[in-house]
Structure formats: C-alpha cells, structure tokens
T-cell receptor
Framework: NAGVTQTPKFRVLKTGQSMTLLCAQD?????MYWYRQDPGMGLRLIHY???????AKGEVPDGYNVSRLKKQNFLLGLESAAPSQTSVYFC??????????????FGNGTRLTVT | AQSVTQLGSHVSVSEGALVLLRCNYS??????LFWYVQYPNQGLQLLLK??????LVKGINGFEAEFKKSETSFHLTKPSAHMSDAAEYFC?????????FGTGTRLQVFP
C-alpha cells in the first residue's frame, strides 16, 4: 500500500524552465491538494481538487497550474520557474468526507531549487 | 476566514519535561481543529483532531490537546517528553474543503 507518492524527490531548475510534479494516490481519495512549505511560513495551499476533472485555487496559486485528469493523479506545473518558487512541495489527499474531519494523507515531498 | 496562530516557532525542553505547544484559532463558526507532526524529510502525520463533543482530545504518542472556546485555544501537551518527540508540529483548522495550517513549532528535546 503506497499511499501518496510524489515524483521527483529532488529537482534543480534554472530560472525560466518548466517542470511538472506528479502526485499519485492509491487510496481512491476524492480530494487532493498541493502545498508548499517554506521556513517560518508553514504550509501554504497552492491548488486543490475535490474530484476528477476539478481544480480550485488556494492561498498562493500564482505561477502554478494543476490538472486532475485521473482520480488518482494530481499534477502541479511550473511554466516558467522563478527563484521565489524554491521550496518543498507536498501533495496530500483525503476521502470525500461524510465526516468533515477525515485526515489528510501526505506524500514525502519534492524539494525544488530554482537558480 | 478561519485561521490558526502558533505562538513560538521553537520550543526546547529536557527529556522527561512537560511539552506545551500553543495554538490559537480564529473562526466565526465552530471549528474543526487538528495537530500534525512532521519528522525530518517526511510528510505530515495526523496527531489528533477535534470536531465536536469532548473537549480533551487524546492522540498518538501520548499527546493530547484541549479545545477551549473561551480562550480560542487548542494547545498541544505531553506530560513527559521523549527524544523521539523532536519534530515540527503544525496546528490546522478546517475551512470549507481545505485545511489551513499554522506556521509550525519546532520542538527540540535535550537529554
């Protein structure tokens, strides 16, 4: 049972380059999220999805795009990377809640450096 | 909008001492509150959660938290710290379809 898997684990980009981060979950969860973690700022929500084919903006969506073409995958794209996007990116998923409090399941993160 | 504030970005305790990590929330509706823990180079794991009912919530690894509406607080405690408790701890509040996190508190435990 893999849970939430993020690829790649590490990446270094030059300013202006593009890349896609992949998140895959095998728990049949409806909800998926992308967060970024920066020192002293906690986790901030970038985008999220409440089901296949849906996406919504979070707190810090600028410079990022997402797609949820399949229920088990949630892709985060950077079209033109900037040094301000250097961060650790976490994907998480959650069951569609009958109980609102169903917990998030996190991947182990992708460490991205933009030079 | 709902939010949480964690007081103290770093907390240091001796092994065996009381752990107290502070979290205050802001919410116009009854909140759903969570504590998550992050060990080095890992994602976050759920420690405990408060939804409704009993205001003292027990979680994993001996941690507990008390929801105090009058103080808008949800502080995390553990009676006796262990070296393995060294990690970063995040308080979070549920907001519509998503979880909003605090800025985190790094706990150091000294022998």
């Amino acid at each position: 049972n893999a849970g939430v898997t993020q690829t790649p684990k590490f990446r270094v980009l030059k300013t202006g380059q593009s890349m896609t981060l992949l998140c895959a979950q095998d728990m049949n969860h409806e909800y998926m999220y992308w967060y970024r973690q920066d020192p002293g700022m906690g986790l901030r929500l970038i985008h999220y999805s409440v089901g296949e084919g849906t996406t919504a903006k979070g707190e810090v969506p600028d410079g990022y795009n997402v797609s949820r073409l399949k229920k088990q995958n949630f892709l985060l794209g950077l079209e033109s990377a900037a040094p301000s996007q250097t961060s650790v990116y976490f994907c998480a998923s959650r069951l569609q809640p009958i109980a609102i409090s169903s917990p998030l399941h996190f991947g182990n993160g992708t460490r991205l450096t933009v030079t | 909008a709902q939010s949480v504030t964690q007081l103290g970005s770093h907390v240091s305790v001796s092994e065996g001492a009381l752990v107290l990590l502070r979290c205050n929330y802001s919410s116009s509706v009854p909140p759903y509150l969570f504590w998550y823990v992050q060990y080095p180079n890992q994602g976050l794991q759920l420690l405990l959660k408060y939804t409704t009912g009993a205001t003292l919530v027990k979680g994993i690894n001996g941690f507990e938290a008390e929801f105090k509406k009058s103080e808008t607080s949800f502080h995390l405690t553990k009676p006796s710290a262990h070296m393995s408790d060294a990690a970063e701890y995040f308080c979070a509040v549920f907001n519509t379809d998503k979880l909003i996190f605090g800025t985190g508190t790094r706990l150091q435990v000294f022998p």
